[in-house]
């Protein structure tokens, strides 16, 4: 009788921690600078937000600060420590300058219902920027490995190209966990050349969707940073 009390208040006392905690917003990262760029194109940007609390967070609607901002959340519900992104697209047509706007995320979060992101870029015309230079772009920006067991292997090859006029030099390359490693031994690419990258998921890391990023740093002064996002949804062995 006493061990069946002891789990009962075991419960109880979880069951309120949780609700006492409730969903809590966190983001990878407030601030994304997307640097010089030319007017007339549109850049995308993903923030990645992860539920850090012990209730289930909703997203109640994302709003920019201009019309020339589209964003959207991939999911509208996240459980305990799951993850998803804010995807934002900028329209540089008819800007000039410096840029600076805001995406405004709201949640049932008690203690920040209103999240408030910011991205800056400088917008100049078309033609100015040095067309002599590296230009880095990926073979995809974006993975879904899918639903996986725990334990798995799982591995993804992506090609990093070099269409510009001189060298490409990948500076480093920067991972959002110690779970996912990067294989990747050339980083100079010459023009008109692409090099593989293998990204490996450790999916011992824990249960539920998750999201992470690989941030690959370079020399191209347009693009000196570029991101692949990783998703996968990992549960246990059967």
């Known amino acids: 009788m006493k061990k069946i ?6 419960f109880v006392t979880t069951l309120n921690f949780s609700q006492i905690i409730g969903p809590v917003i966190s983001v990878n990262k407030m601030t994304h600078d997307f640097g010089d760029i030319e007017e007339g194109g549109i850049v995308e940007y993903d923030f990645i937000i992860t539920n850090s609390g012990g209730d289930l967070l909703t997203i109640k609607g ?8 589209a964003a959207k959340p991939n999911k509208n519900e996240l459980e305990p420590n799951e993850s998803s992104y804010i995807h934002v697209e900028f329209n540089t047509s008819h800007r000039n300058g410096q840029q600076k706007k805001y ?12 999240l408030r992101l910011c991205f800056t870029a400088n917008i100049v015309p078309k033609g100015t920027l040095n067309i002599d230079r590296p230009k880095i772009s ?5 993975h879904d490995f899918g639903t996986v067991q725990k334990g798995d292997n799982i591995e993804l090859e992506i090609e990093i190209f070099n269409k510009g006029t001189k060298n490409l030099t990948i500076s480093d390359i920067m991972t959002s966990s ?32 998750i999201i992470r990023t690989v941030n690959i740093l370079s020399n191209d002064p347009l693009n000196s940073q570029l991101t692949l996002t990783l998703i996968i949804n990992i549960v246990d062995r059967s």
């Open 5 to 10: 009390f002891i789990l009962i208040l075991l």
């Open 62 to 69: 994302v709003n920019a600060s201009c019309g020339c901002t």
């Open 103 to 114: 995406v405004y995320v709201k949640s049932n979060d008690p203690k920040n219902p209103e």
């Open 138 to 142: 990926l073979s995809k920006y974006q």
């Open 178 to 209: 110690k779970y996912v490693n990067v294989i990747f031994q050339n980083p100079t690419i010459e023009p008109e050349n692409s090099a593989k990258m293998t990204v490996q998921f450790d999916t011992s890391e824990k249960i539920g969707k």
